[in-house]
């Protein structure tokens, strides 16, 4: 990791503030933004750009540049194309110090209108073996070249960097999900543990920025890395599994699971009854459709029941038969109708599959919902 091989003690404490902000509810643009700053300002450089590829690699999505006037930029006309040495980080994807830009073949040199520029410094924006583009910075001030030091330090902003590009695309990826059928649901609980994950890793790190010798923080640092990286990994793996044509694990399994999840806040565990071949039968768009209403059935009758007793029965024969009774105090159904306690959506379910729902209850008699709908 690049950060076991920063020395300077205030230097590391100040990339520790950078990549936590990772872990902020910051708009991609800005964080990006930040790190290029801040890039600059640790190894002292003139100039400090970075340019982000879009997902197709036929270009920059991104480029963000500090140390130019707006009046500089202006002047200098199109942003780089990802050619020559900027091309190398990317698909060479390894770090380059050079002492003159000129000295690579592969360079394309400056543009005519842009300031002079000697020492370069550039490291790949990377997340394993993925490249999102690249960091790099120019005209190292008060010496001839960046360091070994000013490398592991760049190297440190743009691993976050790739962290953040990564994170931001597969939330992308998630809302795109979220606007068909019920996935919204899904992507909104998997939203909820990713915050909770990545506020338990900005928490570490706002430890570690307290230490007195922050020289001793690697370790967290690293950990604190892994962890986000492997919130990303469980993104990645909630988004294959929305396609898959049958729900991970078994439909009855996630019922179980689900009633173990629920029976803190029900204040009892629902008693669960399986009849038919659940697994092999139920398709996925269905038995998603059927987590769906038990959760929501269940926190209805929670919330608003003041239930002691909740039963959850699913039979599958020539159609799925789902029901959710509980012994709470019950509702007038035909006052209530179906415009309250999440009725309608639970009836817009059966609808859409071209099934039927129906709400048997009276006033201190308890509720049984039946949800039916063909295979």
Known sequence: MPY???RDAKKLQRLMAAVMMITADVELQDLLRHIVEEARSLVDARYAALGVLNPARTGLEQFVTVGLSEAEEKAIGPRPTGRGVLGMLITEARPMRL??????SESYGVPPNHPPMSSFLGVPIRVRDEVYGNLYLTDKTGAATFSEEDEALVEALALAAGIAIQNSRLHDQ???LSVLDDRDRIARDLHDRVIQRIYAVGMTLQGVARMPDPTRAVGR???AVDELDETISEIRSTIFELGETSIPGGLRKSIV???DEMAP???ARPELSFHGAIDNTVPKKIGDHILAVIRESLTNAGKYANATRYQVTLRVEDDVFLEVADNGTGFDSSVAGNTGFGLVNLRNRAEKLNGTFEILSKEGEGTRLIWR???
Do not use: A, C, F, Y
């Not at 002492?99 to 690579?104: M, P, V």
């Open 221 to 223: 640092i690293e950990r």
């Open 4 to 6: 076991s091989r920063v």
């Open 265 to 267: 806040s029900l204040g």
């Open 99 to 104: 002492d003159h830009l000129s000295e690579r």
């Open 373 to 375: 709908v063909p295979i």
């Open 257 to 259: 699971q689900l009633s």
């Open 174 to 176: 998630l809302r795109v």
